[in-house]
T-cell receptor
Framework: DQQVKQNSPSLSVQEGRISILNCDYTNSMFDYFLWYKKYPAEGPTFLISISSIKDKNEDGRFTVFLNKSAKHLSLHIVPSQPGDSAVYFCAARPRGGQNFVFGPGTRLSVLP | GAGVSQSPRYKVAKRGQDVALRCDPISGHVSLFWYQQALGQGPEFLTY????????KSGLPSDRFFAERPEGSVSTLKIQRTQQEDSAVYLC?????????????FGPGTRLLVL
């Protein structure tokens, strides 16, 4: 049973528009969340994080929103750029734990 | 300096062969993690080291999998008597401290194919 779900395997967005990637989780013990970006043949690269004490964190073009009651988080990229085309993983860590549980990823394609 | 490095980048093994995968974490990083990533899936946790101590190996799928980090730096993941279901990308990650919330920095992975 997947504890972290990314129900959209892929997403296509026009350059300059907003990309919204969604993530749902089932474990209420998760208290820290990360988004990673992965290019082919490379390891995942950290993008942005959010703690459960916050509902929003922003870093440049990237904003992560957390809705704890719905056990849902989303990553907004605006404006989207062709270089953003990659697979995006949502990851969650349980309170007191060390390792992260990853979702299956969403492949984002930003079309020029 | 450099990021996390892993070797080899690609490994083809015959079923039943033993393999050893190496991870060089970022210098000074206390924590080291191994993950397995199957095709089309996210990384799945295998094991975690704090310095040389293996504090969590709950994700290792069988006793054919063994990991070590004898001097608290380089780590080796060994898979004995490889099976076809072991085919995956094996990712290593390190983080600076052992505290929760630390960002993990990933290596490029070793792609293992068992024939």
């Amino acid at each position: 049973d997947q504890q972290v779900k990314q129900n959209s395997p892929s997403l296509s967005v026009q350059e300059g528009r907003i990309s919204i990637l969604n993530c749902d989780y089932t474990n209420s013990m998760f208290d820290y969340f990360l988004w990673y970006k992965k290019y082919p043949a490379e390891g995942p690269t950290f993008l942005i994080s959010i703690s459960s004490i916050k509902d929003k964190n922003e870093d440049g073009r990237f904003t992560v929103f957390l809705n704890k009651s719905a056990k849902h988080l989303s990553l907004h990229i605006v404006p989207s750029q062709p270089g953003d085309s990659a697979v995006y993983f949502c990851a969650a860590r349980p309170r007191g734990g060390q390792n992260f549980v990853f979702g299956p990823g969403t492949r984002l394609s930003v079309l020029p | 300096g450099a990021g996390v490095s892993q070797s080899p980048r690609y490994k083809v093994a015959k079923r039943g062969q033993d393999v050893a995968l190496r991870c060089d974490p970022i210098s000074g990083h206390v924590s080291l993690f191994w993950y397995q990533q199957a095709l089309g899936q996210g990384p799945e946790f295998l094991t975690y080291f704090q310095n040389e101590a293996q504090l969590d190996k709950s994700g290792l799928p069988s006793d054919r999998f063994f990991a070590e980090r004898p001097e608290g730096s380089v780590s080796t993941l060994k898979i004995q008597r490889t099976q076809q279901e072991d085919s995956a990308v094996y990712l290593c990650a390190s983080s600076f401290t052992s505290g929760g919330g630390e960002t993990q920095y990933f290596g490029p992975g070793t792609r293992l194919l068992v024939l």
